[in-house]
Nanobody, 129 residues
Framework: QVQLVESGGDSVQSGGSLRLSCAYT?????????LGWFRQAPGKEREGVAH????????DYADSVKGRFTISRDNAKNTLYLLMNSLQPEDTAMYYC?????????????????????WGQGTQVTVSS
């Protein structure tokens, strides 16, 4: 199992920046699980934002955040990050970090919400115009 706790959500103005953090704990070694960030706005489906492989060297982003958001993980600190720049009102959502066991599949080959088994409680990001 993997336990996840997000933090860093806040209310910011359009054009601002935030860094979300997700502390993860597990009985398994870090190279056993993939990590990702998702978000869900009211009335909308949960969507993938960014994903990262076990070592942190490979990443994948939704088109809507490419060039603005950066995902990273520090396995020594057991922390996943999402640096968000140039925030826009449409980025307003509850942000969740998620984990899935690799099960022999490359992390970036399976990035749908249904592929992830473990979820944090979420942290709210609100961007005002």
């Amino acid at each position: 199992q993997v336990q996840l706790v997000e933090s860093g959500g806040d209310s910011v103005q359009s054009g601002g920046s935030l860094r979300l953090s997700c502390a993860y704990t597990s009985l398994y070694a870090y190279n056993s699980y993939c990590l990702g960030w998702f978000r869900q706005a009211p009335g909308k489906e949960r969507e993938g934002v960014a994903h990262i492989n076990t070592g942190g060297g490979s990443t994948d982003y939704a088109d809507s955040v490419k060039g603005r958001f950066t995902i990273s993980r520090d396995n020594a600190k057991n922390t996943l990050y999402l640096l968000m720049n140039s925030l826009q009102p449409e980025d307003t959502a509850m942000y969740y970090c998620a984990a899935r066991m690799t099960d022999g599949f490359p992390c970036l080959s399976r990035t749908r919400a249904g592929d992830y088994s473990y979820w944090g409680q979420g942290t709210q990001v609100t961007v005002s115009s």
